[in-house]
């Protein structure tokens, strides 16, 4: 059964950092691609980041490109997001996911940048 569980959100200040963490299990983590999707009220899922299974190869939204970075560690299972120069509009639900429109992800983790 698959697991995504999410962590590390919270609130931050305009400009400031977080790094989200994302612990992944009941598949081969290391046979996949994974992605980190978002969320805010009234929209739809938007697609942020995805990384190859190797960790080699990454794909980043232009909302966020050059200020994010995903990363991965298969020894560990675990999939991570740093977001640095964090934006209001950056505020959602952070969701790991198997697949880059969500389908299969965690239940999120709750990211607000605010003043």
């Known amino acids: 059964q698959v697991q995504l569980v999410e962590s590390g959100g919270g609130l931050v200040r305009p400009g400031g950092s977080l790094r989200l963490s994302c612990a992944a299990s009941g598949f081969t983590f290391s046979d996949y691609w994974m992605f980190w999707v978002r969320q805010t009220p009234g929209k739809g899922l938007e697609w942020v980041s995805g990384?190859?299974?190797?960790?080699?190869?990454?794909q980043y939204a232009e909302s966020v490109k050059g200020r994010f970075t995903i990363s991965r560690d298969n020894a560990k299972n675990t999939l991570y997001l740093e977001m640095n120069s964090l934006k209001s509009e950056d505020t959602a639900v952070y969701y790991c996911?198997?697949?880059?429109?969500?389908?299969?992800r965690g239940r999120g983790t709750q990211v607000t940048v605010s003043s």
């Open positions: 996911a198997k697949d880059k429109f969500g389908g299969v």
């Open positions: 990384i190859s299974p190797g960790g080699g190869g990454t």
